[in-house]
């Protein structure tokens, strides 16, 4: 067992994944995230995007491969010491928005906190700031049957930022908003993430939001692909199209 560079946070070799039916999910991808960079996980539908930030977060046992957080090694935990590590050092948003109903905006947003063991208090005015700073203060008291979907997700995004975790693992958080909401919760996510030094792996597979992180890796069929982007061409009757193709080798 090799030990990981140090600069990278989260260090990934040779994973491989099958889902219970025997279905494929990861072929042998190695890939390193380093403090505080976004990275994109590109790629098209099916194509292994939430496979993979599953099993780097821990959620999901590899079936064979090595994965290391900030030189620690998660492929020999137990499964008690991975949930304690994504409890207490990730950050986890999914594509819709879940939340406990029994609690309001601002008990759901601070739960995270609580679960790691800070006082109510400080961790209420903790989640009123970034409930603030996504535009949904007003909604604090407010039980989530009462919000709009797009503003549910904008308390899990809230949620998933107020412990400042190590790493935040966002599976197509802006697939339920429309495109004014998406951009501005995209920006708050990306700035706040860039302001507190949060490293976030980010699955999309849509161009524009991995244009938004610092590196992008592809997948296709489980496995990584190097995206070639072909040169600009002086657009002509002959090569119109051309100059915004690109090809996945
Ligand atoms: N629980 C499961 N059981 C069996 N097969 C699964 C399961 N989850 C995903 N798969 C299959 O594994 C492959 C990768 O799925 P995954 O959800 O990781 O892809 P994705 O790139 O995140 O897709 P999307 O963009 O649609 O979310 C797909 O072929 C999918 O059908």
């Known amino acids: 067992m090799v030990a990981p560079p140090d600069n990278d946070v989260l260090w990934a070799r040779a994973l491989h994944f099958r889902h219970n039916d025997g279905s494929p999910g990861l072929s042998g991808i190695s890939l390193g995230v380093r403090e505080s960079e976004i990275l994109a996980v590109g790629g098209p539908r099916g194509s292994g995007k939430t496979t993979l930030l599953r099993c780097l977060s821990g959620l999901l046992p590899a079936r064979s491969g090595e994965i290391w957080f ?20 990730f950050g986890w948003i999914d594509p819709v928005p879940l939340l406990v109903p ?18 109510r208090r400080r961790a209420k005015t903790a989640a009123l700031a970034w409930l603030e700073r996504l535009d949904i203060g007003d909604r604090a008291r407010r039980r989530p049957e009462e919000l709009t979907q797009a503003e549910r997700q904008r308390v899990c995004v809230a949620r998933a930022l107020a412990p400042a975790p190590a790493v935040l693992f966002a599976d197509e958080p802006t697939a339920p908003l ?7 919760v995209l920006r708050t996510l990306t700035t706040a993430a860039r302001s507190h030094g949060i490293t976030v792996v980010l699955a999309t597979h849509d161009a524009r939001t991995a244009a938004l992180a610092d590196r992008t890796v592809s997948l296709l069929d489980g496995r990584r692909v190097h995206t070639v982007h072909l040169p600009p061409v002086p657009v002509t009757a002959e090569t119109e199209g051309r100059a915004t193709c690109s090809l996945s080798v």
């Open 70 to 89: 900030n030189s620690v090694p998660v492929h020999t935990m137990t499964p008690a010491a991975r949930e304690r590590l994504r409890r207490e050092r």
């Open 102 to 119: 029994e609690l309001n905006v601002w008990e759901n947003t601070a739960l995270p906190l609580m679960l790691r063991g800070t006082g």
């Open 178 to 184: 429309h495109r004014v909401d998406r951009a501005h």
